[in-house]
C-alpha cells in the first residue's frame, strides 16, 4: 500500500515537470524567453504575458516600491540577531515619553513609564552569566563603532564570543581580553583585517594580552585563520594618505611580484603593505615621507625602510 501510494506520488511529480517542460514558448508572441518573477509567476519577458500562475504567494499582500515604504509597510519587528544577549526577542520600552499618535504624555504616566522602564532593564537579564553575556557583547559594539567595520563583522564577533563562553574558555581570562580576540578574529575573518595595534587602542586591554588570547581561543575553536593578505590594508592606507588610484595598483603589483618571490613569509602584513606603498608614492612621483607612512600603518621607520630595500631588489629597481 504504501509502495503505491509512494509511485503515485513519484508519477504525478514526473507529469508536472512534464508539464512545466512543456511550455517552452509563449502563447501570444510564441517566444521562448520565459521567467519567473519573484511570485512563482512564469511570464514572458517579450510581452509581458503571464503564462503561467496559481502558486501560493509567500510575501505579504502590500506593495512597497522603496526602502522607506517597506519600512512604514512592514508589521513585524526587527530579525534576531547574536549581537544582543536575549538576540533582540525581548521588549524594549522607548524613551520618547510620546504614544502610539506622537502626542506627550502626561507628568503621571511618564514617571510610571521611568519605573516600568527601569523594571525592563533589571528583569532582561536573569544572572550573572547574562549580565556578562551582556557586558562582553557591548564591548564588542563599542569597539566595532570605534573601529568602523561593518555589522557582519559583529555579527561574526558574537558568534565567536558565544562559542568560547559555551566551550568554557572564558574561565581565567577577563571578558574584555576574550571580547577583543574575537573582535579581532571576526575582522579577520570577514576579510577587514586590522592590526592589533589599531584593536588595542580602542580596547581595554594590552596588545600582549590580546595576541595571547586570540592565539588561545582561535587553536580551542579550530577557527583556521588564514595570514592575512597585504593588499586588503592598502585601499585604507592609501585612502589615509591621500594618494591616487594609481598609486594603489602599482602597490598591489609590488606586492604581488615580491611575494612570489617569498619576501612575505615571516612579515607583518601591515609593515609589508606599508612599503609597497611608500616605494609606489615615489615611482608614481606622489611622494610621501616614511613618517607619514608610518604613521598610518603603525609600524615604525625601520621596518619600512628594511621592508622597502627588500622589495626594491627583489624587483631591481635601484633607489
Same mark, same amino acid.
Given at each position: 500500500?504504501?509502495?503505491?501510494?509512494?509511485? $503515485?506520488? $513519484?508519477?504525478?511529480?514526473?507529469? *508536472?515537470?512534464?508539464?512545466?517542460?512543456?511550455?517552452?514558448? +509563449?502563447?501570444?508572441?510564441?517566444?521562448?524567453?520565459?521567467?519567473?518573477?519573484?511570485?512563482?509567476?512564469?511570464?514572458?519577458?517579450? +510581452?509581458?504575458?503571464?503564462?503561467?500562475?496559481?502558486?501560493?504567494?509567500?510575501?505579504?499582500?502590500?506593495?512597497?516600491?522603496?526602502?522607506?515604504? =517597506?519600512?512604514?509597510?512592514?508589521?513585524?519587528?526587527?530579525?534576531?540577531?547574536?549581537?544582543?544577549?536575549?538576540?533582540?526577542? *525581548?521588549?524594549?520600552?522607548?524613551?520618547?515619553?510620546?504614544?502610539?499618535?506622537?502626542?506627550?504624555?502626561?507628568?503621571?504616566?511618564?514617571?510610571?513609564?521611568?519605573?516600568?522602564?527601569?523594571?525592563?532593564?533589571?528583569?532582561?537579564?536573569?544572572?550573572?552569566?547574562?549580565?556578562?553575556?551582556?557586558?562582553?557583547?557591548?564591548? @564588542?559594539?563599542?569597539?566595532?563603532?570605534?573601529?568602523?567595520?561593518?555589522? %557582519?563583522? =559583529?555579527?561574526?564577533? %558574537?558568534?565567536?564570543?558565544?562559542?568560547?563562553?559555551?566551550?568554557?574558555?572564558? =574561565?581565567?581570562?577577563?571578558?574584555?581580553?576574550? /571580547?577583543?580576540? /574575537?573582535?579581532?578574529? /571576526? +575582522?579577520?575573518?570577514?576579510?577587514?583585517? $586590522?592590526?592589533?595595534?589599531?584593536?588595542?587602542?580602542?580596547?581595554?586591554?594590552? =596588545?600582549?594580552? &590580546?595576541?595571547?588570547?586570540?592565539?588561545?581561543?582561535?587553536?580551542?575553536?579550530?577557527?583556521?585563520?588564514?595570514?592575512?593578505?597585504?593588499?586588503?590594508?592598502?585601499?585604507?592606507? +592609501?585612502?589615509?594618505?591621500?594618494?591616487?588610484?594609481?598609486?594603489?595598483?602599482?602597490?598591489?603589483? @609590488?606586492?604581488?611580484?615580491?611575494?612570489?618571490?617569498?619576501?612575505?613569509?615571516?612579515?607583518?602584513?601591515?609593515?609589508?603593505?606599508?612599503?609597497?606603498?611608500?616605494?609606489? %608614492?615615489?615611482?608614481?612621483?606622489?611622494?610621501?615621507?616614511?613618517?607619514?607612512?608610518?604613521?598610518?600603518?603603525?609600524?615604525?621607520?625601520?621596518?619600512?625602510?628594511?621592508?622597502?630595500?627588500?622589495?626594491?631588489?627583489?624587483?631591481? &629597481?635601484?633607489?
Amino acid at each position: 500500500m504504501t509502495r503505491s501510494t509512494r509511485q $503515485r506520488e $513519484r508519477e504525478s511529480e514526473t507529469e *508536472t515537470e512534464a508539464e512545466e517542460e512543456a511550455v517552452q514558448e +509563449c502563447p501570444e508572441c510564441g517566444s521562448g524567453e520565459l521567467v519567473k518573477d519573484d511570485r512563482g509567476e512564469l511570464v514572458c519577458d517579450d +510581452c509581458g504575458l503571464v503564462v503561467e500562475e496559481g502558486n501560493i504567494d509567500p510575501g505579504p499582500e502590500w506593495r512597497a516600491f522603496n526602502h522607506q515604504e =517597506r519600512q512604514e509597510k512592514s508589521r513585524v519587528g526587527a530579525p534576531t540577531t547574536k549581537t544582543m544577549h536575549d538576540k533582540g526577542l *525581548t521588549t524594549t520600552i522607548d524613551w520618547k515619553d510620546k504614544d502610539a499618535y506622537g502626542r506627550s504624555i502626561s507628568s503621571k504616566k511618564r514617571s510610571q513609564m521611568h519605573r516600568l522602564r527601569k523594571w525592563q532593564e533589571r528583569i532582561r537579564t536573569k544572572d550573572a552569566g547574562e549580565r556578562n553575556l551582556q557586558f562582553a557583547l557591548s564591548e @564588542i559594539d563599542r569597539m566595532a563603532s570605534a573601529l568602523g567595520v561593518p555589522r %557582519s563583522v =559583529r555579527e561574526v564577533a %558574537s558568534v565567536i564570543y558565544r562559542r568560547a563562553l559555551d566551550d568554557d574558555l572564558i =574561565r581565567g581570562r577577563s571578558i574584555e581580553g576574550v /571580547a577583543t580576540s /574575537a573582535l579581532y578574529a /571576526a +575582522c579577520r575573518k570577514e576579510g577587514i583585517p $586590522r592590526s592589533l595595534e589599531e584593536i588595542s587602542e580602542v580596547s581595554r586591554v594590552e =596588545r600582549k594580552e &590580546i595576541g595571547r588570547t586570540y592565539r588561545y581561543i582561535s587553536q580551542e575553536l579550530a577557527l583556521e585563520m588564514e595570514p592575512v593578505d597585504p593588499k586588503k590594508y592598502v585601499p585604507r592606507f +592609501c585612502s589615509e594618505l591621500d594618494l591616487s588610484e594609481e598609486v594603489q595598483t602599482k602597490a598591489n603589483e @609590488i606586492i604581488e611580484e615580491t611575494a612570489e618571490q617569498g619576501l612575505l613569509s615571516g612579515k607583518s602584513p601591515t609593515g609589508y603593505a606599508a612599503a609597497a606603498i611608500y616605494a609606489a %608614492s615615489l615611482l608614481c612621483n606622489e611622494k610621501k615621507t616614511q613618517r607619514e607612512v608610518a604613521d598610518v600603518a603603525q609600524v615604525t621607520e625601520v621596518t619600512i625602510r628594511n621592508r622597502y630595500q627588500e622589495q626594491i631588489e627583489a624587483m631591481g &629597481i635601484h633607489s
